[in-house]
């Protein structure tokens, strides 16, 4: 076979070979724009989507609010948090997850002895001036609220930035409604009553005094 026959028969092979890797494997698919349109939107293109303030609008007038009742009382944790934190954790204390982050559920009455621009100290003694709990007046983050009072699940929400929402959205209503009528309260002398939640992340700093963020704040 001459080279030159030799070159026409490989460039042959090498042609047919790539035609037949393109028609197996092809580059591109034509779809109809409509199917093009699903595909990118996802699966979850159909479904609603998750209003987080609408959620906890409910979520806080038929469940947090009733909930509340089942805080424990301040007085009572916080001596049993001097008597022995780890059995107290064990009592009151409430886990999310895996971490070692714990939360107590809280409510009580105190006498103001303190009031910062971010915090509201109140002493749950008659007449004393040490801060037993410290109540958050700033700016609210974490998921204090969201997780401390064990009323949610992440495994009834669709995803983890649904459950995420939720707590942004608790967070800006306690700023909106709550640390207003705090902060007004909050003169020194003054009693509060209050419920909230607590994130206990270092002992040594948010136990004495504990540190928690309100939901409920009301004169006794």
């Not at 698919?29 to 159909?46: D, E, F, I, K, Y």
């Not at 008597?83 to 997850?97: F, I």
């Not at 204090?144 to 929402?165: C, E, K, M, P």
Request: aromatic content about 8%; hydrophobic content about 40%.
């Amino acid at each position: 076979m001459s080279p030159q026959r030799r070159s026409w028969v490989i460039g042959s092979l090498i042609a047919g070979g790539a035609a037949l890797l393109l028609f197996w494997l092809p580059l591109f698919h034509v779809v109809p724009l409509r199917q093009a349109g699903a595909t990118q939107q996802g699966p979850s293109a159909n479904q609603a989507t998750f209003e987080a303030a609408t959620f906890v609008d409910q979520f806080w007038t038929e469940r947090l609010i009733p909930g509340s009742v089942g805080a424990v009382d301040a007085s009572e944790l916080v001596a049993a948090i001097d008597h022995d934190p780890r059995s107290a954790r064990k009592t009151y204390g409430h886990q999310v997850g895996l971490g070692n982050a714990y939360y107590y559920f809280v409510a009580g009455i105190g006498q103001v002895v303190s009031a910062e621009k971010n915090s509201i100290g109140l002493s749950l003694e008659e007449n004393q001036s040490s801060i037993q709990v410290s109540l958050e007046a700033g700016n609210i983050f974490g998921n204090s609220v969201r997780d401390g009072t064990g009323l949610l699940d992440i495994n009834h929400f669709a995803n983890s930035q649904d459950f995420n929402a939720v707590s942004s959205e608790i967070n800006r209503r306690i700023e909106r409604e709550v640390l207003p009528s705090l902060r007004e309260k909050g003169a020194i002398g003054a009693k509060v009553r209050f419920v909230g939640c607590t994130e206990i992340t270092d002992e040594e700093i948010d136990l004495h005094p504990l540190r928690v963020v309100p939901f409920i704040v009301e004169t006794p």
